[in-house]
């Protein structure tokens, strides 16, 4: 679904990513984690080309991400995205924001749009709140909103950066359990998060970044139990 070779970013003078590895099967979850400023954040936001790369290859669903916009565009709509920040639109009630994008990108009539994000929302278990505002909703509701908003886009991958973080704790679990719920239905994900009850749950593979770079990549199980290298030990050293 995904693969990434030999992948480098630059801001300016500063090598942000350095030969990025990376290879995602359809169905695959991966758990991305790493310290603050590793390069989390800009590896997925290369994926659907939020940031632009100079050196390698992205190929996502078989199309190789290049500079075009007709190529960009293409991927786009095959990865949903969800922030720390949920990003709703405040302007617009739930439901809407949910049937912008349909309507606009798919091509597909109100009611259609209507109808599908209806359902997700019913599926994140948010379908009471359809008329409200996001200010008028607690945060683990605002993201389970940007989670079925990204959902009816009828993505093949979903990327998570940090969606848990901005959270006050007791709504930690809320947005966990609709994540666990899309994994089980077979989604394809790659999640930022240091979550690490969540990692060892889900993930079939955790992939651990420091500095830019992928320092080591395991299941779950090796992963904690033993992982391989210093900054590694360092890290889960820190998180648990
Ligand atoms: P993480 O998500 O792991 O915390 P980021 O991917 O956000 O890390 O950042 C990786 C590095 O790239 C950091 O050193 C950060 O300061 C730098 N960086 C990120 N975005 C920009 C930007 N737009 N301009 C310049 N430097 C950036
Ligand atoms: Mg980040």
Redesign the pocket.
């Given at each position: 679904m995904i693969t990434m070779s030999g992948v480098g970013k630059w801001?300016?003078a500063?090598q942000?990513?350095h030969n990025i590895d990376m290879t995602v099967g359809k169905g695959e979850k991966i758990v991305l984690c790493?310290?603050?400023?590793?390069?989390?954040?800009?590896?997925i936001?290369c994926i659907n080309h939020l940031?632009s790369y100079q050196q390698g290859e992205i190929h996502v669903g078989g199309i190789l991400l290049g500079h075009a916009s007709k190529t960009i565009d293409a991927v786009r709509r095959e990865v949903g995205m969800v922030f720390q920040q949920f990003n709703l639109f405040p302007h617009l009630s739930v439901l809407q924001n949910c049937m912008l994008a349909p309507m606009r990108s798919l091509g597909l009539s109100k009611a259609e749009a209507e109808e599908c994000a209806r359902l997700l929302l019913d599926r994140v278990k948010i379908s009471e709140q359809a008329e409200k505002y996001p200010a008028q909703l607690s945060g683990g509701q605002q993201q389970r909103v940007a989670i079925a908003r990204a959902l009816c886009m009828r993505p093949k991958v979903m990327l998570f950066?940090?969606p848990t973080s901005a959270l006050d704790p007791e709504m930690v679990k809320e947005v966990l359990d609709t994540m666990i719920a899309l994994a089980e239905e077979g989604m394809t994900m790659i999640c930022?998060t240091h979550e690490m009850g969540f990692a060892r749950q889900v993930a079939d593979r955790v992939v651990f970044?420091a500095s830019?770079a992928i320092v080591e990549e395991a299941p779950p199980a090796e992963f904690f139990s033993n992982p391989r290298h210093e900054r590694t030990r360092k890290f889960l050293g820190e998180i648990l």
């Amino acid at each position: 679904m995904i693969t990434m070779s030999g992948v480098g970013k630059w801001f300016g003078a500063f090598q942000a990513l350095h030969n990025i590895d990376m290879t995602v099967g359809k169905g695959e979850k991966i758990v991305l984690c790493g310290p603050s400023g590793s390069g989390k954040s800009t590896l997925i936001r290369c994926i659907n080309h939020l940031e632009s790369y100079q050196q390698g290859e992205i190929h996502v669903g078989g199309i190789l991400l290049g500079h075009a916009s007709k190529t960009i565009d293409a991927v786009r709509r095959e990865v949903g995205m969800v922030f720390q920040q949920f990003n709703l639109f405040p302007h617009l009630s739930v439901l809407q924001n949910c049937m912008l994008a349909p309507m606009r990108s798919l091509g597909l009539s109100k009611a259609e749009a209507e109808e599908c994000a209806r359902l997700l929302l019913d599926r994140v278990k948010i379908s009471e709140q359809a008329e409200k505002y996001p200010a008028q909703l607690s945060g683990g509701q605002q993201q389970r909103v940007a989670i079925a908003r990204a959902l009816c886009m009828r993505p093949k991958v979903m990327l998570f950066d940090e969606p848990t973080s901005a959270l006050d704790p007791e709504m930690v679990k809320e947005v966990l359990d609709t994540m666990i719920a899309l994994a089980e239905e077979g989604m394809t994900m790659i999640c930022v998060t240091h979550e690490m009850g969540f990692a060892r749950q889900v993930a079939d593979r955790v992939v651990f970044m420091a500095s830019g770079a992928i320092v080591e990549e395991a299941p779950p199980a090796e992963f904690f139990s033993n992982p391989r290298h210093e900054r590694t030990r360092k890290f889960l050293g820190e998180i648990l």
